[in-house]
């Protein structure tokens, strides 16, 4: 008897994949999904629960489940991480860069820590990731990328500047990225999802359930699945769910009259 195996299945514990900013989120459910198609996972987080949740992977889905604590958000912190991996003869069939840091904040009133904090993760990090691991992959001749972009960089809204300009970067160097990648065998994706219902945001339980019910915001989970399945089509940029990339010319050309009051009305909720 012969059985159809998913896109991107592999025989159970055959490949490796990493995961970034794994222990909570959409991460989180990026390593699930991984597992659930056979991969054996490295989760990597700031977190110390990371150890905790690779445990708990690892015992669901019958694979190998690896866990490290590093704080990425730090000018070594790709060639660290390479450089780990590489030594303990890991050898990755997917990488995924998801680790981010949300803040909703004017820009003279973000601390400057904070900033370059994310500056530093979501562009130079994951930059140089897509440099190190690629070009293991290239000479492999096969490999998927996935980089978490974001929809708000079709809305560059007031407390958002740095946050939708770092997700911008991830959206356009993905791209370019792909282009260049082309016959080799390695395939990079960048996903732009909406609001997704986790407590990156800052929303209580309540609001993150309105949220999925009325289809304004997206599970972690859809979220994942979406992107991974997008990721081994080889897809350069997915944007989740038909009704948000109707929005985006609207999102791009947002006159005064509507953001002003916008802004007015978000303001307490800059930190």
């Not at 299945?9 to 699930?32: D, F, H, K, M």
């Not at 820009?107 to 820590?113: G, I, Q």
């Not at 500056?119 to 070009?135: F, K, N, V």
């Amino acid at each position: 008897m012969c059985f159809k195996r998913n896109r991107g299945e592999v025989p159970r514990g055959s490949a490796w994949a990493l995961v970034t900013g794994a222990a909570l989120g959409i991460g989180r459910q990026y390593a699930e999904r991984l597992a659930e198609l056979g991969y054996n996972v490295l989760m990597v987080d700031i977190l110390e629960s990371i150890a905790t949740e690779a445990v708990a992977v690892a015992d669901k889905h019958k694979v190998q489940c690896e866990s490290l604590v590093m704080d990425l958000a730090r000018q070594e912190a790709a060639y660290e991480l390479h450089s780990w991996t590489v030594e303990r003869g890991y050898i990755f069939d997917v990488v995924i860069n998801n680790a981010g840091i949300f803040s909703f904040c004017d820009t003279l009133n973000m601390p400057v820590e904070r900033m370059e904090r994310m500056l530093l993760l979501h562009d130079l990090t994951l930059s140089l990731m897509c440099r190190l691991y690629g070009e293991d992959m290239r000479k492999r001749g096969k490999g998927h990328i996935l980089n978490m972009s974001s929809y708000s960089i079709w809305m560059p809204f007031p407390g958002l500047a740095t946050y939708s300009a770092s997700k911008a970067y991830v959206k356009s160097f993905t791209q370019a990225f792909a282009r260049e990648l082309r016959k080799t065998g390695v395939t990079v994706t960048a996903i732009c999802p909406a609001g997704i219902a986790t407590d990156l945001y800052g929303l209580s339980k309540g609001l993150q359930r309105f949220g999925v019910k009325w289809g304004i915001l997206m599970s972690p989970r859809s979220c994942a699945r979406r992107g991974i399945k997008a990721m081994f089509k080889g897809r350069s940029v997915v944007v989740p769910d038909w009704w948000f990339r109707l929005f985006i010319p609207i999102c791009k050309y947002l006159p005064g009259f509507i953001i002003r009051p916008l802004r007015n009305f978000t303001m307490k909720w800059q930190k």
